[in-house]
């Protein structure tokens, strides 16, 4: 029994570190952040949902006082640089759509963190330099009115919408950049601008806003949306609306990323709540803040948001946006933006 001892004991002193560990032991890390005492936090998000965050954060670590800053769409990008350029260094983390946190990592003002909770996500949600890793997954869906489509006629794939059961109504968003970004890789250039020429013949009636599309569909106005996020068509489900909805492998996913700033004034307070939102405490609360968490062991509710097996593409790392938005408005004879 001695000789077990003697040689577990060896094994746990001399055994060697795993490199994907953080560089600072734990404690110390929070001892630094304590010294720091702040966070400010931007992201998209809007506050209803991302403010749950930093009160648990703020609660389990209440020496860190916690700032949030909510920037809507392209905005959050622009601010960070335009920040950046003028040398001021206020945020410590970030929480932007990956379609904006792109131009934010292309200036090279995000810091690599491998915090040793990111071996708990898929690989296609990190990179591998540790620069970003998914904290929410907005699925792509589409959604259609179950009294306006009979049971035969439920969409299976997009393709299904150029049946001519479908003229005249469907609902697209006047900004689906990043789904028709994600069609064409998805389907090769050429025959994904093909498919998106037959679609416009199919007359889709363009909006602004994805739940807005989604809530005039539940109101019978459109059979169909072309994408909504995957956690809002099941919210309006389950408030009773006559709706369904459907993904199309692979399916597109719309993550928001937590980054870390180059610059951080406050470095250690930032990788901590990124330890904590990429935790399994941290995403359930993000779960049960209603949204999808990114973190494998984490499923969210309910489970048929996000399934494992499910082949994913993610969106926003693609063709740049200004390319994008040109374009989507030459192929619909949208005003360009």
């Avoid at 498919?195 to 806003?209: A, N, S, T, Y």
């Avoid at 996020?229 to 389950?238: F, L, P, T």
Wanted: proline share 6%; hydrophobic share 40%; glycine share 6%.
């Amino acid at each position: 029994m001695k000789k077990y001892c003697v040689v577990f004991l060896f094994l746990l002193v001399f055994a060697p570190a795993d490199k994907n560990l953080t560089a600072a032991a734990p404690q110390d890390m929070v001892e630094k952040a304590k010294q720091e005492g702040q966070l400010s936090f931007y992201t998209n998000l809007n506050i209803g949902e991302s403010k749950p965050w930093l009160d648990a954060f703020q609660n389990k670590y209440p020496f860190i006082k916690t700032q949030l800053v909510r920037v809507g769409g392209t905005a959050i990008a622009s601010r960070i640089v335009t920040e950046a350029q003028t040398g001021r260094h206020l945020w410590d983390v970030a929480g932007p759509l990956m379609l904006y946190a792109k131009e934010i990592l292309r200036r090279g003002l995000v810091a690599a963190y491998q915090s040793a909770e990111r071996k708990s996500f898929r690989d296609e949600f990190k990179d591998k330099e540790g620069l970003w890793t998914a904290v929410v997954l907005n699925t792509s869906s589409m959604m259609y009115n179950t009294k306006l489509v009979p049971p035969n006629m439920a969409p299976k794939s997009f393709d299904d919408l150029l049946n001519p059961f479908w003229k005249g109504k469907i609902s697209m968003d006047t900004e689906l950049y990043e789904w028709f970004e994600g069609q064409l890789r998805v389907r090769g250039r050429e025959k994904g601008l093909e498919f998106m020429r037959r679609l416009k013949r199919q007359e889709p009636v363009f909006r602004r806003g994805r739940t807005a599309q989604a809530e005039l569909v539940a109101a019978g106005e459109f059979a169909v949306t072309v994408e909504v996020y995957g956690h809002r068509a099941q919210e309006i489900k389950d408030k009773g609306a006559p709706v369904n909805w459907v993904v199309v492998e692979p399916v597109l996913i719309h993550p928001l990323v937590g980054i870390v700033a180059k610059n951080a004034p406050h470095p250690n307070a930032a990788r901590l709540f990124i330890d904590y939102i990429l935790s399994k405490e941290g995403q359930t609360k993000v779960r049960d803040e209603g949204r999808i968490p990114a973190r494998s062991d984490v499923p969210p509710k309910p489970p048929e948001l996000m399934r494992k097996e499910w082949r994913v593409e993610v969106v926003g790392l693609g063709e740049e946006i200004g390319e994008v938005r040109k374009l989507y408005a030459e192929t619909f004879g949208l005003p360009t933006r």
